[in-house]
């Protein structure tokens, strides 16, 4: 698990609606290599392979994805939980992704039409209009780039959105999540005892680099 603050200006839209229908409206060849962008396209392109040669897509939640992510965190192992979540049991992580798919928005990662990562972003109830996210990649998939992926999805979303800057709190212990950080930029403000504290702005030219088409990246 990862956890994060996303710090917005406070006249953010939550409505993910235009992302929705230029995503259904994009191109659907998996070979996107030689793709230089649509008027359709997402903030990034939504497809991309893992390290194994999967094809796996990025797109905004939909509420028919509903019964996929139930059954992805159900079958999450124990090692893959941290703090009490995901919640065990369906009941509970039905309640729980409830609540987080009506405060806020969410991306989810699918191989076929099965889901394997979910990024949720929620707004604080601070009055710096904060946003924290949380984000799950399933067990199988993990180092396979899957969470490297999803960030730079989340990073190209929050710049649509006018987003400043991310910040997060990750246990010392978890040096995956702590690679998958500072690959993409974040830096290391305040160490404690088990938990690092690190940000990222979200200023040019990170985001214009993470929101070009497949055919313009390095």
Same mark, same amino acid.
């Given at each position: 698990?990862?956890?994060?603050?996303?710090?917005?200006?406070?006249?953010?839209? @939550?409505?993910?609606?235009?992302?929705? %229908? =230029?995503?259904?409206?994009?191109?659907?060849?998996?070979?996107?290599?030689?793709?230089?962008?649509?008027?359709?396209?997402? &903030?990034?392109? &939504?497809?991309?392979?893992?390290?194994?040669?999967?094809?796996?897509?990025?797109?905004?939640?939909?509420?028919?994805?509903?019964?996929? @992510?139930? =059954?992805?965190?159900?079958?999450?192992?124990?090692?893959?939980?941290?703090?009490?979540?995901? &919640?065990?049991?369906?009941?509970?992580?039905?309640?729980?992704?409830?609540?987080?798919?009506?405060?806020?928005?969410?991306?989810?990662?699918?191989?076929?039409?099965?889901?394997?990562?979910?990024?949720?972003?929620?707004?604080?109830?601070?009055?710096?209009? =904060?946003?924290?996210?949380?984000?799950?990649?399933?067990?199988?998939?993990?180092?396979?780039?899957?969470? %490297?992926?999803?960030?730079?999805?989340?990073?190209?979303?929050?710049?649509?959105?006018?987003?400043?800057?991310?910040?997060?709190?990750?246990?010392?212990?978890?040096?995956?999540?702590?690679?998958?950080?500072?690959?993409?930029?974040?830096?290391?403000?305040?160490?404690?005892?088990?938990?690092? %504290?690190?940000? @990222?702005?979200?200023?040019?030219?990170?985001?214009?680099?993470? =929101?070009?088409? &497949?055919?313009?990246?390095?």
């Amino acid at each position: 698990m990862f956890g994060a603050v996303v710090i917005a200006r406070p006249t953010e839209e @939550l409505d993910m609606s235009s992302s929705d %229908s =230029r995503a259904t409206a994009a191109c659907t060849a998996w070979d996107n290599s030689e793709c230089r962008g649509t008027p359709y396209c997402p &903030p990034r392109c &939504p497809r991309f392979e893992s390290k194994s040669g999967t094809v796996l897509l990025v797109r905004p939640y939909e509420a028919d994805d509903m019964d996929t @992510l139930v =059954r992805m965190y159900d079958d999450f192992d124990q090692y893959s939980r941290s703090m009490g979540l995901p &919640p065990n049991g369906v009941s509970k992580i039905e309640n729980w992704l409830d609540r987080l798919t009506e405060r806020g928005w969410n991306l989810v990662a699918f191989d076929g039409n099965r889901a394997i990562g979910h990024v949720a972003v929620v707004p604080s109830d601070s009055v710096d209009y =904060r946003w924290k996210f949380l984000i799950y990649i399933h067990q199988e998939y993990q180092n396979e780039g899957v969470g %490297s992926e999803m960030i730079k999805q989340l990073v190209a979303y929050a710049d649509e959105r006018d987003g400043n800057e991310l910040a997060l709190e990750v246990s010392t212990g978890n040096e995956r999540a702590i690679t998958v950080y500072k690959n993409i930029g974040f830096e290391v403000v305040e160490r404690g005892l088990s938990e690092l %504290s690190m940000t @990222l702005k979200l200023r040019r030219p990170l985001t214009r680099r993470v =929101r070009r088409p &497949p055919a313009e990246r390095d």
